[in-house]
């Protein structure tokens, strides 16, 4: 019965336009209890949706990817969360921005803006994508004094790509697939490179969820990433470009609960995720993650303050509670065919705390 009234909740949230389609994943002690499929995962070209669809996960990237590539470069003693990018970073080492560390980086609280529309100038020039993201990066001012404010910040998540890139002397892609994704048998989490020859886009072209058309690429979007900085850059960034689905994000979910528990894991160590999701002077958001917030959260009114999850653009989420060892995985297109479509902000709290209600 329980089950009925979420799935009856979903179907109305299409019938209103929320959104045109969605996956709900629901676990409690890593037995899912809820696993279903909505609506249509494009429009135009009348693909359903399926309970395997891929999803541009838009800043879930932030988490399930640079977050926990950090994690894995602390594990191994490269990298430290005090650390400043001074330190790293030859462009950063006698500018404003030197005493900025990765811990800062990882909680928003560096002083960088939200956000900045570089992918207008990044297409009409002819230096290499990313080199010219990055330089924007090294120029662009700071907005608030280094790490006296939380303000949620894209740039420095692009930042935090290029220092595991320069430590590693690997692809950001590259390496959480084969530090993370790969030995928990993940095969449906990836970045998706901008090139005519691209291998997973032929593999799972039919499974891909489509998103915004977009006025400036003139075209519905599926497989290539829909944050237009990202796209500009190539496709692979520390702010936006994993694509996933929901099972996927599930099993890694599962080894992030796992490690908030002090849990036997299997690439996560326990001790250095605890120091992430610690908060720090009252901010929601810890490193890498974001938490519920005391008023109109997201994640609804049951979750606990433990709780950590994030929320991408495209109209994705997850939530994880290791109180009582929830996992909700919300994935939607809300943005297809229109990114003004905004009315999954009502729509979450509501799903979760039903789910809540009738599940747990």
């Known amino acids: 019965m329980g089950k009925d009234k979420i799935s009856k909740l979903m179907e109305q949230a299409i019938l209103k336009g929320i959104f045109p389609g969605a996956v709900l994943l629901c676990a409690v002690n890593q037995k899912i209890v809820f696993f279903e499929a909505y609506g249509m995962a494009d429009l135009f070209n009348k693909r359903k949706m399926r309970k395997d669809s891929i999803f541009d996960l838009a800043s879930l990237t932030k988490p399930l990817a640079t977050a926990l590539a950090v994690l894995k470069l602390v594990e191994k003693r490269q990298v430290f969360l005090d650390q400043k990018i001074g330190s790293i970073l030859e462009e950063f080492k006698t500018s404003d921005k030197a005493d900025i560390t990765i811990d800062m980086l990882l909680r928003h609280t560096s002083g960088f803006p939200a956000h900045r529309e570089y992918f207008k100038k990044i297409i009409t020039t002819d230096k290499l994508p990313r080199q010219c993201l990055r330089d924007f990066l090294v120029h ?29 002397c690997q692809r950001l892609d590259h390496f959480v697939s084969e530090q993370i ?177 009738q599940l747990i």
């Open 140 to 168: 662009e001012p700071l907005e608030n004094r280094v790490n006296t404010c939380q303000v949620y910040s894209d740039l420095g998540f692009m930042l935090i790509a290029w220092i595991i890139e320069t430590i590693t």
């Open 181 to 357: 994704y790969r030995p928990l048998g993940i095969d449906d989490l990836f970045f998706i490179k901008l090139n005519q020859h691209n291998e997973k886009l032929k593999k799972y072209r039919q499974k891909i969820v489509a998103t915004q058309q977009c006025p400036w690429r003139k075209r519905v979007l599926a497989g290539e990433v829909d944050d237009d900085n990202a796209w500009a850059a190539g496709g692979i960034e520390g702010h936006a470009g994993l694509f996933g689905s929901a099972d996927s994000i599930y099993k890694l979910c599962c080894e992030i609960l796992n490690a908030v528990q002090n849990k036997k894991t299997i690439v996560l160590p326990p001790d250095i995720i605890k120091s992430f999701v610690l908060k720090k002077n009252k901010y929601d958001m810890v490193a890498g993650f974001d938490t519920p917030s005391k008023e109109n959260s997201s994640s609804g009114r049951y979750f606990s303050k433990s709780s950590i999850g994030h929320l991408g653009f495209t109209g994705t989420s997850f939530w994880i509670d290791p109180e009582i060892s929830k996992i909700i995985i919300f994935l939607t297109n809300r943005v297809h065919p229109l990114r003004s479509n905004e009315g999954i902000k009502k729509f979450r709290p509501q799903l979760h705390d039903l789910i809540h209600a």
